[in-house]
């Protein structure tokens, strides 16, 4: 059964710096989001992207933030500058789109920010 | 108001019991509806979309009242697996957006 996937599992990295969570969306699938989830909190949409493009963002997915699709199957979320609060689970997901709105989603990476 | 509130739980079950959980959503222009389910510091996995006929996939059963703006999920003869956490997610969009907005889940624990 094809599935999501993500890499790392787990980013432990210093306040400041720049990370890039990485993953590989169903292959079918044409549109492509992160969420992310606070630990003890729900999960929060961040950005859907669709045809080489962002198509929604949510509040927090502010200019620090960025998102990628640099080749035919991998999906990427940049944070330029992480903040402590940055810490949380994020999760990549997708979804066939036209008539289909059911997204699935990867194991998550686990981003610590010190 | 919130936009898709639950009842935290837990829900502490029998083996074999039937459990009921609900949730509630604020924008009538809802789009889409399904319940997902979560392990412990694992992903959302999808467990049904909901339709307004209502819709069951073998022990669960899932209901969309949109009048009321109500959803629930049905859980017959619960298993030991089946303890995990529930979401309830809502499309809140307008039609075309795809967000999904989660509520904070209902725990299940099935004990033996």
């Known amino acids: 059964e094809p599935e999501v996937t993500q890499t790392p599992s787990h980013q432990v990295t210093q306040m400041g710096q720049e990370v890039i969570l990485r993953c590989v969306p169903i292959?079918?699938?044409?549109?492509f989001y992160w969420y992310r989830q606070i630990l003890g909190q729900k999960v929060e949409f961040l950005v859907s992207?669709?045809?080489?493009?962002?198509?929604?963002k949510s509040e927090i997915f502010d200019d620090q933030f960025s998102v990628e699709r640099p080749d035919g199957s991998n999906f990427t979320l940049k944070i330029r500058s992480t903040k402590l609060e940055d810490s949380a689970m994020y999760f990549c997901?997708?979804?066939?789109?036209?008539?289909?709105?059911?997204?699935?989603f990867g194991p998550g990476t686990r981003l610590t920010v010190t | 108001r919130k936009e898709v509130e639950q009842d935290p739980g837990p829900f502490n079950v029998p083996e074999g019991a039937t459990v009921a959980f609900n949730c509630t959503y604020s924008n009538s222009a809802s789009q889409s509806f399904f319940w997902y389910r979560q392990d412990c510091r694992k992903e959302p996995k999808l467990l049904m979309s909901v339709y307004s006929s209502g819709n069951e996939d073998g022990r669960f059963t899932a209901q969309l009242n949109r009048a009321s703006q109500y959803i629930s999920l049905l859980i017959r003869d619960s298993k030991l697996s089946d303890s995990a956490t529930y979401l309830c997610?809502?499309?809140?969009?307008?039609?075309?957006?795809?967000?999904?907005?989660f509520g904070s889940g209902t725990r299940l624990q099935v004990q033996p």
């Open positions: 292959s079918n699938h044409l549109y």
């Open positions: 997901a997708s979804s066939e789109g036209r008539g289909a709105y059911e997204q699935y």
């Open positions: 992207f669709y045809n080489n493009e962002i198509s929604e």
């Open positions: 997610v809502v499309n809140l969009g307008d039609t075309g957006r795809r967000a999904l907005t």
